[in-house]
């Protein structure tokens, strides 16, 4: 057997340190657990860096959080309303998806008024909301106590129609960066679905993206160059696939129950993981910026 000298030893160590901090994938703290209730959903960085989050110290309240990840109540939705999924589409104008009143808010920019947007008592409860950049919006509606779900889309001019019904538990929802596929995920069937959009905005050629044997999905996004990033709900880490659906990284978190996820941050490489058994927000640098900052920016 051939044995190391001391400096190679050294040498040996040295490399398998920097390699292993190479490799530390895990996230840290943004703001205080417990800040927000165990329903904390729906982050989104506006354009001009603040970050929002459902359900600050309270349910139905829409808390924003600045730089240093303090927390305040930015609105309070009306009795009744509870907040999930939030957006901004690309003139600053946030949307809402009210999971309880059926409805989806607009706050337009520069504002604090709530308006509704659209409402319709057939959906189960609007939970993920996406946003196409000529304002198409597509939801999620899951109806988790019987495994099912919708897809919803509201046009620019309000109208809001089913696309596709008896799905598994529609969950997660995001639009690639070229506006030409819409995710789709499954929560409890561990399925993410790919579709194209036809020239009216409704859906077409749907193809089985990537599945899983084990742990739920909730909330994905996009980097600007077509990474999806998976909140992997039960397991505590943030999947990064690419556009052909190759894994590229898992991220490790403190928490276990990861149910959405933003970019944000100066250059828009970092990302804000909502953790609802923490009630808080972890952060870790992505692969590359958000999809939405590389918009506006």
């Not at 920097?18 to 205080?32: A, Q, R």
């Not at 939030?86 to 308006?115: C, P, W």
């Not at 509201?154 to 070229?178: A, F, H, Q, W, Y």
């Amino acid at each position: 057997m051939k044995f190391l000298t001391l400096s190679s030893y050294l040498l040996f160590a040295l490399v398998a340190i920097i390699s292993c901090k190479s490799t530390d994938l895990t996230s840290t703290d943004f703001t205080k657990e417990n800040a927000f209730t165990p329903g904390i959903e729906g982050p989104a960085v506006s354009p001009e860096g603040d970050l929002f989050a459902v359900n600050f110290k309270q349910e139905g309240t829409i808390g924003k959080v600045n730089a240093k990840g303090e927390g305040e109540v930015f609105v309070t939705l009306p009795k009744g309303s509870i907040g999930n999924g939030i957006r901004f589409d690309l003139q600053g104008n946030m949307f809402i998806a009210d999971y309880n009143g059926h409805k989806v808010y607009r706050i337009a920019r520069g504002s604090k008024t709530l308006e509704v947007w659209a409402e319709n008592d057939l959906m189960n409860q609007p939970n993920d909301l996406a946003i196409r950049d000529d304002g198409y919006i597509y939801l999620s509606d899951p109806d988790w106590a019987n495994s099912t779900g919708n897809i919803w889309m509201v046009t620019p001019e309000r109208k809001i129609l089913l696309l596709e019904e008896n799905m598994g538990t529609t969950n997660g929802i995001e639009i690639s960066p070229d506006s030409k596929y819409l995710y789709v995920n499954e929560s409890v069937q561990r399925t993410i679905w790919r579709y194209e959009f036809d020239e009216k905005g409704g859906l077409k050629n749907k193809t089985s993206f990537i599945r899983f044997k084990d742990f739920g999905l909730d909330g994905m996004r996009c980097d600007q160059n077509g990474n999806l990033y998976i909140a992997r709900y039960g397991k505590g880490t943030v999947l990064v696939v690419s556009s052909d659906a190759k894994i590229l990284q898992e991220i490790s978190l403190k928490g276990k129950n990861p149910s959405n996820i933003t970019f944000g941050g100066k250059k828009g490489n970092r990302c804000f993981v909502t953790m609802a058994d923490r009630g808080c927000f972890e952060t870790f640098k992505s692969l590359a910026p958000g999809n939405y900052y590389s918009k506006i920016h």
